[in-house]
């Protein structure tokens, strides 16, 4: 099993849509969960950080469920600039070997 | 305030060459981190170094590569007589302190060194 896995992708959704991405990890030790997002041919931008309590930053929600080792992201109302590679990133005992998953495809169409 | 810095953003080899990748860490960070990405594929840890020290080289593969952090100038990921299985995008981070919190520094990476080997 990876130690970090999500949903296959790619999503193609219409401009407008909710569309919701999965992420499962194997480390229950765990310490820090993030969403990053990753433009073609560019560097990982941090989105957002993921708490226990979940949390919103506009149309961007990220859940986490300790207990089945998820993480979840939810984007409403898609916008044609939300189309990128979203990658789902852990952070294990330990502080700084952060582990990433092998990312989820978005486009959102006109 | 400029950001992490990676030099060259293109690299291409031949087979059997050495591959040298800089990466000058935002001023005041003192440590850094290599990351590669091969194609589709998410971004694997490679080596966590301080000035002048390796802290961790779980990820890099043990023969080929190696990194260094000298007191002065940039950090240097070198790969030498590169294979074709080399090509990938090399990404390089900073923090001025280990640990959690340098994952929610925005200007985490730099934009990463494409090399490719022919």
């Known amino acids: 099993r990876k130690e970090v896995e999500q949903d296959p992708g790619p999503f193609n959704v219409p401009e407008g849509a909710t569309v919701a991405f999965n992420c499962t990890y194997s480390n229950s030790a765990s310490q820090s969960f993030f969403w990053y997002r990753q433009d073609c041919r560019k560097e990982p931008k941090l989105l957002m950080s993921v708490y226990s309590s979940g949390n919103e930053d506009g149309r961007f929600t990220a859940q986490l469920n300790r207990a089945s080792q998820y993480i979840s992201l939810l984007i409403r109302d898609s916008k044609l600039s939300d189309s990128a590679t979203y990658l789902c990133?852990?952070?294990?005992?330990?502080?700084?070997?952060?582990?990433f998953g092998a990312g989820t495809r978005l486009f959102v169409k006109a | 305030n400029a950001g992490v810095m990676q030099n060259p953003r293109h690299l291409v080899r031949r087979r059997g060459q050495e591959a040298r990748l800089r990466c000058s860490p935002m001023?005041?960070?003192?440590?850094v981190y290599w990351y590669r990405q091969l194609p589709e594929e998410g971004l694997k840890f490679m080596v966590y170094l301080q000035k002048e020290n390796i802290i961790d080289e779980s990820g890099m593969p043990k023969e080929r590569f190696s990194a260094e952090f000298p007191k002065e100038g940039p950090s240097i990921l070198r790969i030498q007589q590169v294979v074709r299985g080399d090509s990938a995008a090399y990404f390089c981070?900073?923090?001025?302190?280990?640990?959690?919190?340098?994952?929610?520094?925005?200007?985490?990476f730099g934009q990463g060194t494409r090399l490719t080997v022919v």
């Open positions: 001023k005041g960070h003192s440590h």
């Open positions: 981070a900073s923090s001025p302190t280990p640990g959690q919190e340098i994952m929610n520094t925005e200007a985490f």
């Open positions: 990133v852990v952070l294990p005992p330990g502080g700084f070997k952060t582990i």
